[in-house]
C-alpha cells in the first residue's frame, strides 16, 4: 500500500487523474458505438502532428529560459517558409521531380524552415538575455507581437501563385492556404498501412520519433551538457569556463529552430497552412503539453515530450467526437473542447508558476 | 523522577527509498543545555534535525517513524513555519537565506515589525506599515552580537560563504520566543577566533534557559560548549554520554568505529624548494564583494602546498574567486609562465588550475546531476576527455565515465548508493568531497582549493589531507589551501599566508609560533581601526 501510494506521488496526481479522463473517453467513446480504430489512428496521428511542436520546449527547459511561450517565432519562420516554397512550385521549380515532387517539397521546407526560424532564433535569445528572470513573460508577449508583425508581413509578401494570395484582391495571403496542390500528408502517406480502420501515419510518426532521438543525442553530448549546466546553474557553468549567454541563445534557437520544422509537419498532417492569428495560442498549447508530460519550468526530458503530446492532443482527439456524439447540438461540443483545453493549459501554467517561486 | 525536557525525540527511523538513514534513534534535551549531535558524514545528523524542523524534504519522501516531543507535548510540524511556531530555530547547513534580500531582510523575514496604520486599523494587521528603523536596528544588534561588522543593508546575493553563515545565525539569534535552536555546523567556515565567539554567544543564549542542538565536525568545540552528546553511526545511536565523562579520542572512535590516528604525520616537513615558479601574482586586485582583495604580490614554487589563512571578510576567499575569473580582477598573474587573460572566461582551466570552490551548493555542484556527471564534466567540458566521437557530435562516454566515478568513491570515500545518486541527495560532507572530486578528474597542475574540509568529518579529513599530500609530494602537483581553519593549514602546508585587509599581512612557516599566527591576522584589524 505504502509502495501504491508513494509510486502515485512518484508519477504526480494530476497526470493519473488526465489519464484515468483519457482512459474514460475511450471507454465512453467504445461503449456509444464509435468506430475506436479510426479513433485511435486520429489519436496516432495528432500526437506525431504535434510532437515536434512540443519537442521544442526542450532545449528551450533545458536551457534556462524555460518553457518557450515564444516558439511562435519559430512557427511564423516555418509559414514562411512554406509560403516560400509553395511559390517555387508555381514556378515549376519542382516538376522535373515528377512523383517525388511534393516530397522534395517539403524537405525544401524543412531545410528552409530551419534557417529562418534559427535566424529569428539567435535574435530572440540575444534579446531574452537581456531580460533574465523574466523570460516566461516577455516571451508570451514576444509570441504575441511577432504574430501581429507577421500579419503585416503576411499582406505585403509579393507572391504570385493563386494557391497563396487571395483570389480577387491579387495580393496578400489568404487565412488558410490548402495544401493539396503541395505537400499535404506526404509524410503521413509514407510507408502508411492500415489496419481496418486504423491508418498508421508511419512516416510523420518516424520522422517525430527520430527528431526525439536527434534532440536526446545532444543532450548527451558535450555542448548539450554545457547547455544544460548553464541552465540549471548560471554560477557552476561560468566556473566551469561556459559563456552561459551563449548557451542560452543555443537553446532558443534549437528550440526556435524546432517550432519552424514542427509547424511544416504540423500543417503537411493538417492539409492547411494557417496565417495571421492562427499560431498566437499554439505556444500555449505546446508548454502545456510538456508540463502535463511531467516537464517542470526548470527540468524537461524526452519522455515528458512522449507522454505530454499523447495526453494532452490524444485526449482533444476523443473528446471531440466523444462529445459531439452526446450532445448532438454542434456548439456545445465545440465549447466543450475550449474548456478542456483550456483547462490543461491553466492548470499546466498555474503549476509552472509555482513552480517558478 | 519525571525531568523535564525541552524536546524528545523517540524511535526515530527515517528511510530515502530503500536507504535505511536513521534507525530507531531517541534523544532528549533539556533546556538550557547544549546537546552536541556528533556522527561521520551521511550518518544522518542533518536527516534528524531536519524531521524536527518539519522540512518538506522528509514529506515527500515518505514522512518519518517515531515522535518528536516537544515540552512534553507530541509535535507533527507540516513545514518550517509550524515548527517555528513552536519556538525551534534552525541554523541550516545549506544556508536558507532568500539572495534578492538585504541582510536585514532575511533576518527578518516572516516576523517583521510593523507600525499600526490608518488602513491597518480599519482592514487588519496585514495593512500595517513595515518598521524598517526597528529592524535594521534588531539586525545590527544580532550582527553585533556575533562580531560581524558588515552593513545589514547590503543584498545577500554574491556574499562569501563566511557572511551568509553569519546572516543564517544572526537570524536564529534575532528571534525572541525561543526554545530550542538548532545549529548545523555552523563554525564549518568560520576561523577559530570567528567560532570562539560564536561558541559564547551559544552559551550565553543557553543561559537564557535555551536548549541548544549543535552539530559539529570539530571535537573541540564539543568539549567547549556542550553539557551532553549523542554519536549516531549509519543512522544508529551508538553513545550518549556527558561531556564531563569523555573525550575527544573517545569520541573519535565512537563516531568511526575504530582508533584515528593524528591528522597527517606533522614531522615530516619535505618542503624541497623548487626554483620554478608555478604561480606568479603581481598587484594583484579582486573585486568580490566582501572579500576584497587590494593589492598582493605572490610567488608559489612548484610543488609546494601554499596556506592562505585569514578572518572572514579579509580577502583570502577573494584570491582564488580572482583567479578563477568568478569576479572581475586585476593586476598581472602568470601561471607556469604563461599569463592569464582574466577577459578570457575559464581561461585558468584552460591553463592547468583545478579549483574547489568553497560554496559548493552555489558554485561547486550541479545538484540536480549525478555524482558520475558531477565528477567528470570539468575534465569532459574543458579537457574533453570521457567522450566518444560519433563524427558530427561528442558523445558522453558512459562506460568511462561510470568506471572513474567508482573509482572517486572509493579513493575519497564518497558515502552513497552509487555513482548515480543524485548530488543533491549526498550528505552534506559527501557533497565536499564530490566537489574535490571533480577538481581532481582535471588532473591539474595547480590546485586551488578553498575550505576542502567544510563540513568533512575527522575521518575523511584525514584522508582527504593526507591524499593531497600524497598528490603533491609524488606527483608533482602544487596545491594553494585556503582554509579559514588553522589546524588543518598547518598540519599539511609549507607556508602559510595570512591575509588581512585585502593584502597579505604576512607569510610565516607552519610551526611558527600561534602569537605571530594572531598578530598577522588581527593586523587588519588593528590598523582599520586607528585609520
Ligand atoms: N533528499 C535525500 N534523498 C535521498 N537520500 C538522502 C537525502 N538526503 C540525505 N540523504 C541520505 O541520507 C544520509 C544521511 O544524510 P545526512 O545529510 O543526514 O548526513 P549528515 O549526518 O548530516 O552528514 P554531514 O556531516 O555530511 O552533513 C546520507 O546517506 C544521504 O545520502
Ligand atoms: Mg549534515
Known sequence: MERMTKAVKNFGLPRIIIIAFFLSLLVAAAVTGMDMAALLGDVVRRWAMYGILVLAMVPS??????????????????????????????????????????????????LLALILSSILGILYGMLLNRVKGSEMTVSTYVGFSIVALFNILWLMLPFKNGTSIWPLAGEGMRTTINLEADFASVFNNLLAFKIGNFEMPTGLLLLFFLACF????????????????????????????????????????????????????????FGFLQLYNAPQMMGFACVASVLIGGASISKARIVHVLLGTLLFHGMLAVALPVANNILPEGNLSEILRIIISNGIILYALSKAKEAGK | MEETYALRMEHVSKNYGDNAVLKDVSLSVKPGEIYALIGENGAGKSTLMNILFGMSVIR????????????????????????MAAGIGMVHQEFMLIPGFTITENIKVGREDTIPTLASRIFGKSLEKLDNKKMNADARKALDSIGMDIDQHVRVAGLPVGYMQFVEIAREIDKENIKLLVFDEPTAVL?????????????????????????????????????????????????????IDTDIPEIAELM???????????????????????????????????????????DIHKGEIFGIGGLAGQGKVGIPNGIMGMFPAYGEVEI????????????????????????????????????????????MTIKREYLTGLGFAHLVNAKKVRAFAKEMIKTLDIRCTGPQQRVGSLSGGNQQKVCLASALALNPRLLIVSEPTRGIDIGAKKLILEHLVDLCRNHGLTIIMVSSELGELRSICDRIAIVAGGEISSILAPDAPDVEFGLAMSAARVSQEVS
Not at chain 2, 60 to 67: A, E, N, V
Not at chain 2, 266 to 272: A, F, L
Not at chain 2, 286 to 298: C, Q, R, Y
Open chain 1, 61 to 110: 527547459i533545458q536551457c534556462g529560459i524555460g518553457p518557450n511561450f515564444g516558439v511562435t517565432i519559430g512557427i511564423v519562420g516555418g509559414l514562411l517558409a512554406a509560403l516560400i516554397t509553395i511559390e517555387m512550385r508555381f514556378y515549376g521549380f519542382f516538376d522535373s521531380f515528377a512523383n517525388g515532387g511534393a516530397m522534395m517539397q517539403v524537405c525544401i521546407a524543412i
Open chain 1, 214 to 269: 536527434f534532440v536526446w543525442l545532444f543532450t548527451k553530448s558535450r555542448t548539450g551538457m554545457m547547455m544544460s549546466a548553464a541552465g540549471a546553474n548560471p554560477n557552476f557553468a561560468k566556473a566551469a569556463g561556459i559563456n552561459v549567454n551563449k548557451m542560452r541563445i543555443l537553446g532558443t534557437t534549437i528550440s526556435t529552430a524546432l517550432g519552424g520544422v514542427g509547424i511544416i509537419c504540423y500543417a503537411q498532417s
Open chain 2, 60 to 83: 515527500d519522501t515518505g514522512g518519518f517513524d517515531g515522535k518528536v516531543i516537544i515540552d512534553g507535548v507530541e509535535a507533527r510540524f507540516n513545514s518550517p513555519n509550524d515548527a
Open chain 2, 191 to 243: 576561523t577559530e577566533s570567528e567560532a570562539k565567539g560564536l561558541l559564547s554567544v551559544m552559551r550565553s543564549i543557553a543561559k537564557r534557559g535555551i536548549a541548544i542542538i549543535f552539530i559539529t565536525h570539530r571535537l573541540s568545540e564539543v568539549m567547549d560548549v556542550a553539557d551532553r552528546m549523542t554519536v549516531l553511526r549509519d543512522g544508529e545511536v551508538v553513545a550518549s554520554k556527558n561531556i
Open chain 2, 256 to 298: 568511526v568505529g575504530r582508533r584515528i590516528e593524528k591528522l597527517v604525520d606533522e614531522n615530516e616537513t619535505h618542503y624541497t624548494h623548487s626554483d620554478e615558479i608555478a604561480l606568479k601574482i603581481r598587484d594583484f586586485q579582486v573585486d568580490m564583494p566582501g572579500e576584497t582583495v587590494n593589492h598582493i604580490d605572490l
Open chain 2, 336 to 379: 607556469f609562465g604563461e599569463k592569464l587573460q582574466f577577459s578570457k572566461l575559464g581561461d585558468a582551466l584552460h591553463k592547468g588550475v583545478a579549483c574547489v570552490s568553497e560554496d559548493r551548493r552555489g558554485v561547486g555542484l550541479l545538484l540536480d546531476e549525478s555524482i558520475e556527471n558531477n565528477i567528470i564534466f570539468n575534465a
